[in-house]
Nanobody, 117 residues
Framework: QVQLVESGGGLVQPGGSLRLSCAAS????????MSWYRQAPGKERELVASISHVTSNTNYADSVKGRFSISRDNVKNTVYLQMNNLKPEDTAVYYC??????????WGQGIQVTVSS
């Protein structure tokens, strides 16, 4: 079955960096668009970054442009989110998402990222 497993979250000080990973299985990763979303307490889930499956075109929320970078490895079936210069407002549960005509939309279980001194 489709599985998305996030890792790399945790507690970091403001200005620090984290790298999230999402290991995918159970579907054709190379033919799926991949995204990272986040949801802070009391707020709606929002798109952070996405990467297409054909051209690896990327798209970012305005709030993370210049600080976050999404990438994918179609051999390892993994998508990454490099987060630099983290701010307290980046604190949220981060979710990996896959989308294709075959599977529809799939979600990981989420991973906590906390930015605090």
């Amino acid at each position: 079955q489709v599985q998305l497993v996030e890792s790399g979250g945790g507690l970091v000080q403001p200005g620090g960096s984290l790298r999230l990973s999402c290991a995918a299985s159970g579907f054709t990763f190379s033919r799926s668009a991949m995204s990272w979303y986040r949801q802070a307490p009391g707020k709606e889930r929002e798109l952070v970054a996405s990467i297409s499956h054909v051209t690896s075109n990327t798209n970012y929320a305005d709030s993370v442009k210049g600080r976050f970078s999404i990438s994918r490895d179609n051999v390892k079936n993994t998508v990454y989110l490099q987060m630099n210069n983290l701010k307290p407002e980046d604190t949220a549960v981060y979710y990996c998402s896959a989308r294709s005509y075959v599977i529809g939309t799939a979600w990981g279980q989420g991973i906590q990222v906390t930015v605090s001194s």
